[in-house]
RNA sequence: GGUUCCGUGGCCGAGUGGCUAGGCUGAGCUCUGCAAAAGCUCCUACAGCGGUUCGAAUCCGCUCGGAACCUCCA
């Protein structure tokens, strides 16, 4: 029996917003899509989360023995300021601010981007396509709404004609919206829109002579819309109905909506089993965002360099700083969550190691209470991961499971009163769930050989003086570490064991 | 204005009909030469009002408060 068919997962399905057991296509693969970023700008905090929502699902699919399939791109061309008629790409415009090459803007935010989730420790996704690398295809698709009736040409610019997709398709299927209120809200149609309808969306969008990012088409010299290439480069590699598709609440409406859209028009099935949208990072209970101005670079968060923060925090902090929530709850952000949750990190880091030490032990004494405990945190934390990727309670788990294992090693309860199947289980699962799906490392772990075999050296001294009954010189030791980021600590059995800040 | 969501103890944050979530803070105890770490104990909440029910934080209604989307955003 696989894991994955022990603790079947369930999803949040925003498509029927119900929560539903996750019924792979292709019986023990996933395909996967997540909108990745528009490299126009550094990648903020807020970004982060949803990009951390989906490493935790690609991650947990795989540990319970998945194949996955996981497709992340990179927008990097068609991502309009607005929806207007005159509308800039922002890829383009940048590049006119910054007076470079778009491709240049490209290449420094996509770096930054894969630097920053590096240092938060997510995995890179299977496949990562970019949209410049897929013109051809959306101008294939393009053209192929157009056969269908489904898009009209003005002046070199190819249109999605949403009303026409309305009269045999629900657009607003996916955010819940209708038509005709969609028609009636916002911004006006004017004169100088091309647009048949303010619904309408671009496909394709004529270059001005000014616009920098162009190539050929059957109507001119353009480049693509915003939403045509997640359309193109998800059903590419993952076909046109895939399992997963992931995204920040935000891009719900219009652009996954415009997705559906695009698919169901050019292939007549709808693309997508199981949306999943993550939840937004708040600020004072307001969203975090580049236009309101609040929103925190994660460099500004690990320096502690930003008016908002007190001090700074490192990855692995904020790593399970937002893993405390469940990804469909918005979450708010401050100093002392923050500072909360160094101290939790820190608790399950610390036990981590210790378990990692520690082997079982053959005895005769069986508590049968205590296999049956270890065994029901066992399995509270595979139910909660599969129960909608549900860290927050899978987290409470593994704090249970860390009292468990600082008393294995105060020796206030035995491991020799288990059998050593449970306690392997028990093991094996803490340090799973910790590294492998979580992805919460010991960020103090030494590399560094030299200093290991100093600190042998000063651990030796010490041991000695103490012997000695020096308490004056020990604790000096002690003191003189600590102010240089090494805290000593004394083990009951007179092993000494030291973390570094 | 339309659509949707939320309001949980000092703080953060799970939980959707009956069973102590968990973390942080605070108080006390144990261990330790003293610290640190760790363990144990205590602080038992669900915005307000009404309703359904044997039973509601959880379902329904109303009121108050907050947020998101309907322009661009993960």
Not at 295 to 321: C, I, K
Request: aromatic share 10%; proline share 3%.
């Amino acid at each position: 029996m696989t894991l994955y068919e022990k603790y079947p997962v369930s999803l949040s399905n925003s498509l029927t917003s119900n929560k539903e057991v996750f019924v792979p296509t292709n019986p023990g693969h996933v395909g996967m899509y997540v909108c990745g970023p528009t490299v126009y700008n550094y990648v903020h905090l807020g970004n982060v989360r949803t990009f951390l929502t989906f490493d935790i699902v690609s991650r947990y699919f795989r540990h319970l023995g998945y194949k996955v399939r996981y497709v992340r791109n990179i927008t990097d061309v068609g991502h309009l300021e607005s929806d207007a008629d005159e509308g800039e790409d922002k890829i383009a415009k940048k590049a006119r601010l910054e007076q470079l090459e778009p491709m240049e803007i490209v290449q420094t935010y996509s770096n930054d981007f894969h630097e920053v989730l590096h240092q938060f420790n997510m995995l890179p996704p299977s496949i990562e396509p970019t949209a410049t690398g897929h013109i051809v295809e959306q101008i294939e698709i393009t053209k192929k709404l157009l056969n269908k009736g489904l898009a009209y040409e003005v002046n070199g610019s190819v249109y999605f004609d949403v009303t026409k997709y309305n009269e045999s398709h629900h657009y607003g299927i996916l955010s819940g919206r209708k038509i005709e209120e969609l028609m009636e809200s916002g911004r006006k149609l004017d004169s100088q829109d091309e647009k048949r309808n303010k619904v309408d969306f671009a496909l394709w969008k004529k270059a001005s002579p000014a616009h920098i990012m162009r190539w050929p088409s059957p109507w001119g010299e353009g480049f693509p819309g915003w939403h045509i290439e997640c359309t193109v480069m998800s059903t590419k590699y993952l076909g046109e109905t895939f399992d997963i598709h992931g995204g920040g609440m935000d891009l719900k409406f219009p652009h996954h909506e415009c997705e559906i859209a695009q698919a169901v028009g050019a292939n007549g099935k709808s693309p997508v089993k199981y949306w999943l949208h993550s939840n937004m990072l708040t600020v004072n209970g307001q969203k975090m965002s580049k236009s309101l101005g609040n929103s925190f670079l994660p460099s500004e968060l690990f320096a502690g360099n930003h008016r908002l923060l007190e001090r700074g925090y490192s990855p692995m902090t904020v790593r399970f700083f937002m893993l405390q929530s469940h990804y469909s709850s918005t979450l708010d952000f401050s100093n002392d969550a923050l500072n909360a949750a160094e101290k939790g990190y820190k608790k399950l880091a610390n036990s981590l190691s210790v378990v990692k030490k520690m082997d079982h032990t053959s005895g005769k004494v069986a508590d049968q209470a205590l296999a049956q405990a270890l065994n029901q945190l066992v399995q509270d934390v595979y139910t909660a991961m599969s129960d909608d990727f549900n860290t927050a309670k899978a987290i409470a788990a593994l704090f249970e499971m860390s009292a468990r294992i600082n008393s294995f090693k105060a020796g206030t309860i035995g491991i020799e009163s288990v059998d050593s199947a449970t306690f392997n289980r028990f093991k094996a699962t803490y340090i799973a769930m910790m590294e492998d799906v979580l992805g919460l490392t010991e960020e103090t772990e030494v590399n560094n050989n030299t200093l290991t075999k100093v600190m042998d050296v000063v651990i030796g001294l010490r041991k000695k003086v103490r012997a000695d009954r020096n308490f004056a010189l020990s604790d000096k030791i002690r003191d003189d570490l600590q102010a240089a980021g090494i805290q000593l600590k004394d083990g009951k059995d007179g092993e000494i064991s030291y973390t570094i800040e």
